[in-house]
T-cell receptor, first 113, second 113 residues
Framework: GAGVSQSPSNKVTEKGKDVELRCDPISGHTALYWYRQSLGQGLEFLIYFQGNSAPDKSGLPSDRFSAERTGGSVSTLTIQRTQQEDSAVYLC???????????FGDGTRLSIL | GDSVTQMEGPVTLSEEAFLTINCTYTATGYPSLFWYVQYPGEGLQLLLKATKADDKGSNKGFEATYRKETTSFHLEKGSVQVSDSAVYFCALSHMDSSYKLIFGSGTRLLVRP
């Protein structure tokens, strides 16, 4: 079946612009996670959604970052007023339930000029 | 807080050599442990997992045993192939932190023919 789908695969934008990254999880997966992979920081957790529960936003690095998950499926990660340090690969993962292995998408490579 | 420590890379081996990549963790309670692999140009893939002490995860000839007494989850393979060249990430998750993955810094493996 289809895996986790992320779009766009690459995004180049100017400093100060807003960007939206999309994640389409595996059908039926109730848990959805966003991570960031950067050279200096490795792989970091950003935010997670589980069903209709309030999201765990504890990993978001600043208030410029936000995410939503509509209808328990597709999720959008938004970065406002982008900075050069936001350049990274943003990864989305989903799992069937909270304690099940997470399956990752191929990521969105974000470059801030 | 919880953390994962992996051996520094890169690890360079000849084909058919024995592989060990060390991983130790610090966590409260009883986390689940994982190895993820990232092949060149591809996304993160789950390689194997173990959910309780003394469990052995295995896949594609790779093995790792959950050692509670040494807080370790070392990855081993008896005979590596060129196609095993990739970056390997050790990770943990547990219920107390919403099952988010906490990753080690990754170890790059290069296998020469």
């Amino acid at each position: 079946g289809a895996g986790v789908s992320q779009s766009p695969s690459n995004k180049v934008t100017e400093k100060g612009k807003d960007v939206e990254l999309r994640c389409d999880p595996i059908s039926g997966h109730t848990a959805l996670y966003w991570y960031r992979q950067s050279l200096g920081q490795g792989l970091e957790f950003l935010i997670y959604f589980q069903g209709n529960s309030a999201p765990d936003k504890s990993g978001l690095p600043s208030d410029r970052f936000s995410a939503e998950r509509t209808g328990g499926s597709v999720s959008t990660l938004t970065i406002q007023r982008t900075q050069q340090e936001d350049s990274a690969v943003y990864l989305c993962a989903s799992s069937q339930q909270l304690n099940q292995p997470q399956h990752f998408g191929d990521g969105t490579r974000l470059s801030i000029l | 807080g919880d953390s994962v420590t992996q051996m520094e890379g890169p690890v360079t081996l000849s084909e058919e050599a024995f592989l060990t990549i060390n991983c130790t963790y610090t966590a409260t309670g009883y986390p689940s442990l994982f190895w993820y692999v990232q092949y060149p140009g591809e996304g993160l893939q789950l390689l194997l997992k173990a959910t309780k002490a003394d469990d052995k995860g295995s896949n594609k000839g790779f093995e790792a045993t959950y050692r509670k007494e040494t807080t370790s989850f070392h990855l081993e393979k008896g005979s590596v192939q060129v196609s095993d060249s990739a970056v390997y990430f050790c990770a943990l998750s547990h219920m107390d932190s919403s099952y988010k993955l906490i990753f080690g810094s990754g170890t790059r493996l290069l296998v020469r023919p």
